[in-house]
């Protein structure tokens, strides 16, 4: 049964190597489109970020398709968008064209990042829900890493920036095939009187007392209201966890050295070598996404916050000391050693924290609504972030470089402070949390 459990998350995170992958491939890419359409730095930073305004798009309508089809009809959509974006993005050569493309990849990776934790997280037993749903972050990594790995080998290929885009849709038809052979959500089954069907399902994952954890969700169902607002007094508290982990989780900076990661390398001297030090910050990402997942249940979503939040505040502030100095050339292996270390700490802490909680701060009343509200709020982030940085990072303007990364410093201080008041979930089924959170 166990085995069984692991294969539905594998399948189900499979969302989350397409999300890595269609997020960070753009940064192989990026300056090679910035030439072939003649594009200013605001015109560049608008294309960079096209896809991440179609993120939150993708969060905000994905509530109410999730709710009337199920998390498994929708997670196929998902997938099917992932083949045309790549599709689209490498065989069609013109500028509008390719927003258009790079558009519905984003509606693809925000509605995955609405749909996929809530996926797992509704069918995972609650002993290993963190870990399960921590494995949707793991790919999600994977997949940058995946990304950096396949651009790395294209690079210098005619055209390689077309086959750089369009290699998504290879696993993106993998994962549209093997969601047929997962099962649908139990919460959202009964949700929607299919309690027999829920009840099968929870006999495959491996529920040891199914009659119980049906009547637990049923009387949790009770208590709310179908298609209840999620603006209301008493889910104050689950609204500003998730925005603020959010929010958190953005304002470090993460995405800017995803996307940008070349880019920056470029500057620091590193030359012909910046897309194998792209691939090592990834391969950094990883393995400390593995010792998050492997904590998060033991240690809980506090104290990997706490630890993370000291660790990025130094190694960004030795970033931030860099860029003030004008120092880059001289100091390439200060800056790797730098943003490894960030990568390293976040990947433990923010980054292994963000999908769980947000999936497990809301009743499963609201619970779409409440994963898009987190969604959306990382999204905006992102997309806001990744559109000003080409404007600050430009030839001569590190001192102004210098103001983001320690902007970025500021932010993670902050998440310390969030943590505090953040309350422990580790081991608690779904039902027990709102209890405690939902008054």
């Avoid at 905000?60 to 709710?67: C, D, G, N, Y």
């Avoid at 924290?353 to 701060?361: K, N, S, T």
């Avoid at 320690?406 to 505090?420: D, E, I, N, Q």
Wanted: glycine share 8%; aromatic share 16%; proline share 3%.
């Amino acid at each position: 049964m166990k085995n069984k459990m692991f294969y539905i998350a594998f399948v189900a995170s499979l969302g989350g190597l397409l999300f890595g992958f269609d997020t960070a491939v753009i940064s192989g890419a990026e300056q090679a489109i910035e030439k072939i359409y003649g594009l200013s730095g605001f015109a560049h930073g608008f294309t960079m970020s096209i896809a991440l305004i179609g993120t939150f798009i993708g969060a905000f309508f994905s509530t109410k398709p999730v709710e009337k089809f199920g998390r498994l009809v929708s997670l196929k959509t998902i997938a099917a968008l992932y083949v045309v974006s790549a599709l689209g993005c490498a065989l069609i050569l013109n500028w509008y064209s390719f927003l258009f493309f790079r558009f519905l990849g984003g509606l693809a990776v925000g509605a995955s990042s609405v749909v996929g934790p809530m996926y797992i997280a509704e069918i995972s037993p609650s002993n290993w829900r963190g870990r399960f749903v921590a494995f949707f972050q793991f790919n999600i990594v994977f997949g940058i890493v995946l990304a950096y790995l396949s651009n790395y080998w294209i690079s210098g290929a005619p055209n390689d920036w077309q086959w750089m885009l369009g290699v998504l849709a290879l696993p993106a038809l993998l994962f549209a095939v093997l969601l047929y052979t997962i099962p649908e959500s139990p919460r959202w089954l009964i949700k929607n009187g299919r309690e027999k069907e829920a009840h099968d399902v929870f006999q495959t994952t491996g529920e040891p007392d199914v009659t119980q954890e049906v009547a637990s969700i049923k009387a949790s169902l009770a208590t709310g209201v179908s298609n209840e607002p999620l603006f209301q007094k008493k889910y104050a508290r689950p609204i500003l966890f998730a925005f603020f982990i959010a929010t958190f989780n953005q304002l470090s900076g993460i995405n800017t050295i995803n996307y940008y990661a070349p880019r920056i390398f470029d500057i620091a001297g590193f030359g012909a070598d910046k897309m194998l030090n792209a691939i090592i910050i990834g391969v950094t990402n990883l393995v400390f996404t593995m010792f998050g997942m492997f904590l998060i249940d033991k240690l809980g979503r506090k104290k990997l916050i706490y630890i993370g939040s000291v660790c990025m505040f130094i190694s960004l502030a030795s970033v931030t000391r860099l860029f003030y100095l004008n120092d880059l050339a001289g100091s390439g292996v200060v800056l790797l050693v730098s943003l490894m270390c960030f990568i390293a700490s976040f990947a433990i802490s923010l980054g292994a924290v963000i999908w769980v909680l947000i999936a497990e701060v809301f009743p499963t009343s609201v619970r779409a609504k409440g994963q898009v509200l987190g969604s959306m709020t990382h999204w905006v982030w992102c997309a806001a972030l990744t559109w000003i940085f080409p404007v600050f990072v430009q030839e001569g303007q590190y001192r102004d470089a210098s103001c983001i990364f320690g902007f970025y410093a500021v932010a993670v201080a902050l998440s310390f402070v969030f943590a505090w008041k953040l309350p422990e979930t580790k081991n608690k089924t779904l039902e027990q949390i709102q209890k405690e959170l939902v008054k």
